[in-house]
């Protein structure tokens, strides 16, 4: 099942390693901020990327996906200095943008294999994702496999024996996004430090 045209989210999500991908980054950055403080809130990032993306198949509201994903951004990345809790660093813009593009995937994929339809993830429905999440390189997913009844006592925290779709992506993204973003992890980091130093001298 196909909830959205990749061709129309790509250009959208530029979280990519090559320079021309850096510089549409970086743009995109610095049209969510137009103050120039080197800092975006969740709220003006929500904002701006809930004009931007394109409908998701079986997503009432766009803005609940952004704000899944901010929240792990935030969560699975370290900011470089310490900021509120609802702002977001040029390093940890670069895993919300990841973010976002994992997100549909988990969403189409669970779309495969959720027959009820009703979003809704309980156990057999999330060993039933675990391969592909694996195969996409999600940090912690390979120890999952071998154990993935504990993980979903640790995701469940009602104890009910499931959970909502939402909940299980925030869950995956905030412990697959840190090795995802390994790759240029000190030049990110480098990059948003050097632009938090200009824009707040007291950091330096």
């Given amino acids: 099942a196909h909830v959205v045209h990749w061709g129309d989210v790509a250009p959208k999500l530029p979280f990519g390693s090559d320079h021309p991908t850096k510089l549409r ?9 137009p103050r120039g403080i080197g800092l975006l809130s969740q709220a003006e990032v929500v904002r701006y990327f809930f004009r931007l993306m394109p409908l998701i198949g079986g997503v009432s509201d766009t803005r609940v996906v952004l704000n899944v994903c901010f929240r792990a951004a935030r969560e699975a990345i370290k900011p470089v200095i310490h900021i509120g809790s ?5 390093n940890q813009f670069r895993a919300f943008l990841m973010n976002i593009w994992y997100y549909i995937k988990l969403w189409e994929l669970f779309c495969t294999v959720d027959e009820a339809g009703e979003r809704i993830v309980n156990l057999d429905l999330f060993i039933k994702v675990l391969p592909a999440m694996a195969s996409w390189g999600f940090g912690e997913v390979d120890g999952w496999l071998q154990d993935p009844d504990r993980i979903f006592q640790r995701l469940d925290r009602s104890g009910c024996g499931e959970v909502s779709f939402d909940e299980l992506a925030e869950f995956c993204l905030r412990h697959g996004t840190p090795k995802l973003c390994e790759p240029d992890d ?5 990059l948003a430090i050097d632009l938090l130093t200009r824009t707040h001298p007291n950091v330096a």
């Avoid at 609802?86 to 040029?90: E, I, P, S, Y």
């Avoid at 000190?186 to 480098?190: S, V």
Wanted: aromatic residues 6%; contains cysteine; charged residues 65%.
């Fill in 25 to 33: 980054r970086r743009e995109l950055f610095d049209t969510c901020d």
């Fill in 86 to 90: 609802q702002q977001l660093d040029r």
């Fill in 186 to 190: 000190e030049d990110e980091r480098k």
